[in-house]
């Protein structure tokens, strides 16, 4: 029986499904390089490539960062995208995606990958679900259908995706919800994550690019299984070499373009609720780290609190969480809170803030807030933003930017989009460079 395991290095169980490994099947390691303050800078090593943290993870909803290629997010330096295991389920199933050999190689991106659980969403649908203690029966939002989420189905689904790190099934508290409530919601979602567990560890090596799934090779020939998946034929596409490089690699020393999964497992994330109780909070955060898991996130925030509670519950939470694991905060938030959380220590975040905001024409800079759709930059041939090293604002105007998104074209939305992910990130570059002690005129 499973009773937890460390980061990267499962237990002697886990022979059980690799009896012919000389080594144990690894998932994801984090290493602390420069403690600053609260704050610290880190390497987490993922089965798809090393993520520098804090990191600031782009949201890819359904396979795709809305307006942008692989290769723009390759070229702009993300490391990690987040994908929704609810919107993937709808569409299109998780079934199609496995049979293309999982999420990676069906979207052609060979960093890591991050999925949510899908409850967050399910949650948000408000009069189209009902929660029990088995799981969140939902209608879907594209056509009325009835669908069903268990802590269970939640891993199946995650684990048929492939997702380098994945999410335990959790309730999201509303806000504001009274504490009987709060507490119910709380042991609910402590139960689920080791529902969420028992389960994961039962079927983790059912990931379509490692585990035991690929066992069949190991005995005959030591190919890249991660190249060649078994049933997902790449018919002659390629992921481009450039999609990883030296720093990727989670063995540093295999260049070959094609990733080696061998025995490598994803990682399973658990998540601590609480509402907006700092009691309560503490008391998740301790039965979930007694549960055990390789990283935890702060979920059920920016529900419509305000911003100042958002940061003190974050902050009387992370106190309770190990420093020696991943610290994800879901779904925040403004690039000055970014700043603030990674300063905190918390070591990965993401927000649709950027790429939304984007496409309605609100634009991140180091003057702030910019509403490129203002008759004020009608004739303005300045870059959006000086200080921005972004091939945007090294080639276009604002007068043309504010023409594009009035004339509703289309590269208005990839422009925009490219420059606001290039802010978040460089923004958490300085923060993560700042605490290595390299950082130049930024605080
Ligand atoms: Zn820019």
């Known amino acids: 029986?499973?009773?937890?395991?460390?980061?990267?290095?499962?237990?002697?169980?886990?022979?059980?499904?690799?009896?012919?490994?000389?080594?144990?099947?690894?998932?994801?390691?984090?290493?602390?390089?420069?403690?600053?303050?609260?704050?610290?800078?880190?390497?987490?090593?993922?089965?798809?490539?090393v993520v520098e943290t804090p990191v600031f993870m782009p949201v890819g909803t359904l396979g795709s960062v809305k307006g942008i290629s692989q290769d723009l997010l390759e070229e702009l330096?993300?490391?990690?995208?987040?994908?929704?295991?609810?919107?993937?389920?709808?569409?299109?199933?998780?079934?199609?995606?496995?049979?293309?050999?999982?999420?990676?190689?069906?979207?052609?991106?060979?960093?890591?990958?991050?999925?949510?659980?899908g409850g967050f969403q399910?949650?948000?649908?408000?009069?189209?679900?009902?929660?029990?203690?088995?799981?969140?029966?939902?209608?879907?939002?594209?056509?009325?259908?009835?669908?069903?989420?268990s802590p269970e189905r939640s891993m199946e689904i995650?684990?048929?995706?492939?997702?380098?790190?994945?999410?335990?099934?959790?309730?999201?508290t509303e806000y504001p919800a009274d504490g009987a409530r709060v507490r119910a919601s709380m042991e609910m979602t402590l139960r689920w994550a080791g529902r969420s567990k028992r389960y994961f560890e039962e079927h983790k090596n059912e990931v379509p690019w490692g585990g035991s799934s690929q066992l069949p090779a190991l005995s005959s020939q030591p190919v890249a299984l991660g190249s060649q998946p078994p049933g997902a034929s790449r018919?002659?596409?390629?992921?481009?070499?450039?999609?990883?490089?030296?720093?990727?690699?989670?063995?540093?020393?295999?260049?070959?373009?094609?990733?080696?999964?061998?025995?490598?497992?994803?990682?399973?994330?658990?998540i601590v609720q609480g509402g907006m109780d700092r009691e309560l909070r503490r008391e998740s955060a301790l039965r979930t780290v007694e549960i055990g898991f390789p990283g935890y996130a702060i979920g059920g925030l920016s529900v419509g609190e305000p911003r100042e509670l958002t940061r003190e519950i974050v902050e009387s939470t992370l106190e309770f969480l190990p420093a020696d694991k991943p610290r994800y905060l879901m779904g925040v938030g403004?690039?000055?809170?970014?700043?603030?959380?990674?300063?905190?220590?918390?070591d990965m975040m993401d927000c649709v803030l950027?790429?939304?905001?984007?496409?309605?024409?609100?634009?991140?800079?180091s003057e702030g807030r910019v509403s490129i759709k203002q008759v004020r930059y009608a004739e303005d041939?300045?870059?959006?933003?000086?200080?921005?090293?972004?091939?945007?604002?090294?080639?276009?105007?604002?007068?043309?930017?504010?023409?594009?998104?009035?004339?509703?074209?289309?590269l208005a939305q990839v422009l925009n989009t490219l420059h606001n992910l290039h802010f978040y990130l460089e923004t958490m570059r300085r923060v993560r460079e700042s605490m290595l002690g390299r950082a130049q005129g930024c605080t």
């Open 122 to 149: 399910v949650f948000s649908l408000n009069e189209l679900r009902k929660v029990t203690e088995e799981g969140a029966t939902f209608r879907s939002h594209l056509d009325g259908a009835s669908h069903f989420l």
């Open 334 to 346: 403004t690039p000055e809170e970014i700043a603030l959380y990674g300063g905190m220590g918390v």
């Open 158 to 172: 995650q684990i048929g995706l492939g997702a380098d790190i994945v999410m335990a099934f959790d309730e999201c």
């Open 1 to 49: 029986m499973c009773d937890g395991f460390d980061v990267g290095i499962s237990r002697p169980c886990d022979l059980l499904y690799l009896p012919r490994l000389e080594f144990l099947p690894v998932s994801i390691s984090f290493q602390i390089e420069a403690i600053s303050g609260s704050g610290r800078a880190g390497k987490l090593v993922t089965p798809h490539g």
């Open 77 to 117: 330096g993300v490391r990690i995208l987040l994908g929704n295991t609810y919107h993937l389920y709808l569409r299109p199933g998780v079934d199609i995606v496995r049979r293309m050999g999982g999420l990676h190689r069906f979207m052609s991106w060979e960093r890591a990958i991050l999925t949510d659980s």
């Open 235 to 270: 018919q002659g596409l390629q992921i481009p070499r450039f999609a990883r490089d030296d720093n990727s690699e989670p063995d540093g020393d295999d260049n070959s373009g094609g990733a080696d999964f061998i025995g490598q497992t994803q990682a399973l994330f658990g």
């Open 354 to 365: 950027p790429t939304r905001a984007a496409r309605h024409g609100l634009l991140f800079t």
């Open 381 to 410: 041939s300045g870059p959006l933003d000086p200080a921005c090293s972004c091939f945007v604002c090294g080639r276009y105007s604002r007068a043309y930017l504010r023409h594009l998104y009035a004339s509703n074209e289309l």
